[in-house]
């Protein structure tokens, strides 16, 4: 084998090929050190002072393992007067295996899972997840937050019961910028530091109507306009008119009031258009609706929110919302006098959407991700390592394998 093969074929420079020996279905190159230097100060002045034996795992050609061996010299450097062992080049001196085939295994992982990896490559599960861990940590552990404008910030449940990650996303690349273990505004506080550090100026958070989240954003992003996601403003109102017909069916004197009201829950959530003629549904909804008066209210309001996010301008969604909250509170039905009680506390963060079109949807799409991800994985051991995943999630690619 020539010094060349072993520069382009397994990236080796600066060595010199002496044998190959097979034994195992492997196989094996012994090499050597061409030029010894102070791997410290570079000088050729040095004295060999005893040496290692070597052997590190190389890219394997075609299902043949390749292993690479040598003798480590230690030197005495005459210059600087150091005794160090020489510099590899080639491989990390705390790894068994070299940089080339760190590189091939990160290049299967784009499209293989860590086990496929490991067993493709003859290595355990763990030596292929440390290194795309170590790799993802060059990478993602430290994300530049000087140029974060915009945010979206939620809360993902990843386990029963409370197990929950708090995820920060940059809503103008689509990357993750921050993962923390738990919820609320105990989680962020490290997020707070580090944009205080990068000297960031956040112009506008998404978030939901977390009470926790207004208040942390408030208190550590004082120029920040919070932006009230309009999602998870209708998806309150969803839950709201569930737990009311839930009520009034349990409040039914007659059968025929139940047999309407059993079964109408999603009819009510459900958008007008989407309503499937063919199961006779708009018709049941109908049914339902003429047969109690504040059901009806309660829907036909539900379907007037909905527009506060289609208005012309801020001006004049300003004017529907004081206007859905004025018929709200003359409805004399509890559950949207307390509605509207709730949209008029949170009436800024409201129609900030009309200065920043921002939302926690892209956000949304990230957690299906992540969730997707941890059920491929069939979760993970190692929660650091499932941070940086997260972190990595806006490049991974996936294909169909098998």
Known sequence: MSTSILYHGFGIKGYKYLSTEYEGGAMRFRITKNIMRCASCGSRNVIRRGQVPRI???????????????LVQRLQCLTCGLVRQVKLGFADPRRSYTKAFERYALELCRSMTILDVAR?????????????????????????????????IDEISIGKGHDYLTVVLDLETGAVVFVAEGKGAEGLKPFWKKIACARARIEAVATDMSPAYISAVTENLKEAVIVLDHFHVIKLFNNKLSEFRRNLHAAATTALEKRVLKGTRWLLLKAPDNLDETRNEQQRLQQALDLN???????????DLRQLWNQKNKAAAAVFLDDWIARANASNVTMLVKFARTLSSHRSGILAYYDYPISTGPLEGTNNKIKTMKRQAYGFRDKEFFKLKIMALHQAKYALVG
């Open 56 to 70: 590190f795992r190389s890219v394997p050609i075609g299902r043949k393992a390749v292993w690479i061996s040598l």
């Open 120 to 152: 493709h490559l003859g290595v355990s599960w763990d030596v292929v997840k440390d290194i795309q861990k170590r790799n993802l940590t060059r990478r993602f552990s430290k994300p530049k937050l000087r140029k974060l404008k915009k945010i979206a």
């Open 293 to 303: 008066m504040p059901l009806a209210t309660v829907y036909y309001m539900k379907e």
